[in-house]
């Protein structure tokens, strides 16, 4: 009798993944919203030359003494207030022991026990389906400098200009199942941090990113798979890829009948290939002991009081608000998500522009323009109240929407008044009854064959009738008005 063959890797494989769930769990940094580092007085703004903004204590000179900065405790504090964690009234700094060229000091300042903020979570999913995606541990660390490696001539340069950045680690509990969801979770994260003014969140300088761990497990099982963890993500786009990629590379390897190693590991985004960088570490293998150089991080009730008066309103609630003046829920969340957004429309609204147009110019025409720029939306050029003028021509019927968005670019370039930029680009449309009458007539006595076809039930006429109008007008006349004062023109034509 003839045996089967062996099913293929790719079939195992599916059948595998049909009884597997992935499990994911996420390690944030962002960098805090401070002038100067953690422990020094350097400045952290990027874009210098490299090695300029160092000093004796952020490049772990012998006998250099740190000074916490007390502005990253409240920061610190004030995220995890708004995730709901429990801000520790006293915490420890600890020596997290590892080499790496660019971490001047042979370790890395850190918190392990306490942290300044233990538990608290957030929310992923639609209003009808949420998840809450729980947090371990808020703590604050100093980063490490950067490594720029130079191919050309075979050798790595040591930039320490970030050594010492103040930074806050977010860690999450492995409640995510999928890379939608974590892509869903951290840009949430990332518009309440920057809403918070915790962090500036720029992704390209490296604000705002993380290490994400993904493992499998059969489904329905308590205990976790083998874990590999990517280390320094800081694309959302990437992330996605990064989690999908780790997936189908441990799908394989237990389909294949291997084990998975707990591993660090490095996403080739060229390439969308994950590769080894080495045997992930444990805690232990840190050597951590307490700092002996820093004091005791302590945070008063007053303080504390005084932060969670300073917390803005919720999202969800600004959210429920904007949807209360009609705006859709893709609407809501876009301006939400947009630095200064919610700002920018309020001020808009406030100077007279309907709630909705306002939030369609800024959804189709504004953000995108905003975003090309590389601005914040209340530092463009056009300003909250010329957003608002434009919507109030617009919905007077003063403006056509193509003139609108074929002027949108002079307009937000220039700040321009819309209605007086319209004005000299000829474009503001006739509204007055009595020249649209007058035109519609002249119309209608000129073709009087088309009128006879509408009137004998061919209804896609009017559309010719009205394009003569707008001819006549150059394009100035409003098109229902100018469909209005055609059907009273016949009708007076009839009664005749």
Do not use: W
């Given at each position: ?368 323009a905003v975003a090309k720029s590389d601005l914040n939306p209340l530092k463009a050029p056009l300003t909250p109240k010329g957003l608002a003028d434009l919507a109030v021509l617009l919905d007077s019927g003063r403006l056509g929407r193509r003139a609108a968005y074929e002027m949108f670019v002079e307009l937000f370039e220039s700040g321009s008044d819309p209605e007086k930029l319209a004005q000299n ?72």
């Amino acid at each position: 009798m003839r045996r089967p063959a062996p099913a293929s890797l790719g079939a195992r494989k599916r059948v595998f993944m049909s009884q597997m769930e992935p499990v994911i769990g996420l390690e944030i940094h962002a960098q805090l919203k401070t002038k100067s580092k953690l422990f020094c007085d350097c400045p952290t703004e990027p874009g210098a030359e490299p090695n300029t903004n160092i000093c004796e204590i952020c490049t772990g000179q012998p006998g250099a003494l740190p000074r916490m900065n007390a502005k990253a405790l409240e920061l610190a504090a004030k995220a995890g207030l708004a995730l709901g964690s429990t801000v520790n009234s006293q915490s420890l700094f600890s020596r997290k022991n590892y080499f790496y060229p660019d971490l001047p000091n042979g370790f890395q300042t850190s918190q392990i026990d306490p942290p300044i903020c233990s538990g608290g979570s957030m929310t992923v999913g639609s209003p009808e389906a949420l998840k809450t995606i729980r947090l371990n541990r808020i703590h604050l660390e100093d980063d490490a400098g950067k490594c720029v490696h130079d191919a050309k001539r075979g050798r790595t340069l040591i930039d320490l200009n970030r050594a010492g950045v103040p930074l806050i680690e977010i860690v999450t509990e492995p409640d995510l199942g999928s890379s939608a969801e974590a892509v869903e979770f951290l840009k949430k994260l990332h518009a309440l941090l920057v809403r918070l003014e915790v962090t500036e969140g720029r992704l390209e300088e490296g604000e705002f990113r993380c290490d994400v761990n993904v493992s499998l497990k059969p489904k329905g099982a308590k205990e976790l798979g083998v874990r590999g963890e990517i280390k320094n993500l800081n694309s959302f786009k990437f992330i996605g890829q990064a989690i999908d990629c780790e997936i189908k590379r441990q799908s394989a390897l237990y389909a294949s009948g291997q084990g998975v190693r707990q591993e660090t590991l490095h996403f080739d985004s060229a390439n969308h290939d994950i590769r080894t960088l080495r045997t992930k570490e444990e805690a232990h293998d840190y050597r951590y002991f307490p700092q002996p150089d820093l004091p005791e991080v302590l945070v008063s009730d007053d303080t504390l009081a005084q932060l969670k008066a300073s917390l803005p309103v919720p999202i969800e609630e600004v959210i429920s608000r904007l949807n209360s003046l009609g705006l859709r829920d893709d609407q809501a969340k876009l301006l939400v998500d947009r630095r200064d957004g919610v700002e920018y429309f309020n001020a808009a609204v406030a100077e007279g522009g309907e709630p909705k147009r306002v939030a369609a110019l800024m959804a189709e025409l504004f953000l995108p323009a905003v975003a090309k720029s590389d601005l914040n939306p209340l530092k463009a050029p056009l300003t909250p109240k010329g957003l608002a003028d434009l919507a109030v021509l617009l919905d007077s019927g003063r403006l056509g929407r193509r003139a609108a968005y074929e002027m949108f670019v002079e307009l937000f370039e220039s700040g321009s008044d819309p209605e007086k930029l319209a004005q000299n680009k000829g474009v503001l449309q006739i509204s007055d009854s009595g020249l649209l009458s007058k035109l519609a007539s002249e119309v209608v006595a000129e073709h009087s064959r088309e009128v006879e076809k509408y009137l004998g039930g061919q209804e896609k006429v009017m559309s010719f009738l009205v394009g003569q109008v707008m001819r006549r007008s150059r394009g100035a006349a409003d098109p229902k008005g100018a469909a209005k004062a055609l059907t009273e023109a016949i009708e007076s034509g009839r009664k005749q």
